[in-house]
């Protein structure tokens, strides 16, 4: 399973730092991806980083939220400064199954963390 943690309550302009760690299967070897999720709205993809450690942000949270993970800790990590309330949302990790250069699904998701940022 993969369990989140460290989302909170968090005035505009300050930081949090999710985690998310991998039990029962690895994810050494896989890319590993942050979505969020608010209230009335998609659910979206924010951010991964591929097996090589290749990472990607949406435009959103580009220069403020930083992607990285731990293989030796089995744990997926994102940083998030200078929070804005449009931030709020609950966030989820995926790992990431590529098929193909264009095909890949996701096999294994958290439970969620709720972020709330207070203006």
């Known amino acids: 399973q993969l369990v989140e943690t460290g989302g909170g309550v968090v005035p505009a302009g300050g930081s949090l730092r999710l985690s998310c760690a991998a039990s029962?299967?690895?994810?050494?070897?896989?890319?590993v991806d942050w979505f969020r999720q608010a209230p009335g709205k998609e659910r979206e993809r924010i951010s991964y980083?591929?097996?090589?450690?290749?990472?990607n942000y949406v435009d959103s949270v580009k220069g403020r939220f930083t992607i990285s993970r731990d293989n030796a800790k089995n744990t997926l990590y994102l940083q998030m400064t200078s929070l804005k309330s449009e931030d709020t949302a609950v966030y989820y990790c995926a790992r990431e199954v590529l098929v193909s250069s264009y095909y890949s699904f996701y096999d294994h998701w958290g439970q969620g963390t709720q972020v709330t940022v207070s203006s």
């Open positions: 029962g299967f690895s994810l050494d070897g896989y890319a």
């Open positions: 980083v591929t097996s090589d450690d290749i990472v």
